[in-house]
């Protein structure tokens, strides 16, 4: 299950479907890490089962989306990120 999602959320990141939640969070940690969106889709399409962390579970503000998070350290820093694909075949991050 976890690798189909995998999968498919590399897909979607390789032919350009992929929105980044435009956060102050987000957006602060790429320039304290001073990577670019495309450095991170990288580090993306690298994700594999063993940064598995938890999911699929219930997005609480989007119900309808499953939500799955992985865990990468990234310059010395770990991160969980909270990937979704949505019903427009679209990846969320």
């Known amino acids: ?6 999968k498919t ?17 987000n957006q602060q940690t790429f320039a304290e890490l001073g990577i670019s969106i495309g450095e991170f889709k990288e580090i993306l399409c690298k994700i594999n089962l063993n940064d598995y962390h938890s999911g699929p579970y219930q997005d609480q503000q989007y119900s309808y989306l499953e939500c799955w998070v992985f865990k990468k350290t990234i310059k ?10 949505d019903d427009e075949d679209q990846v969320a991050i």
């Open 1 to 6: 299950m976890i690798q189909e999602f995998l």
């Open 9 to 25: 959320f590399r897909g979607y990141l390789r032919n350009h479907r992929f929105t980044m939640w435009s956060r102050q969070e």
């Open 76 to 85: 010395g820093k770990v991160f969980y990120l909270r990937l979704q694909v």
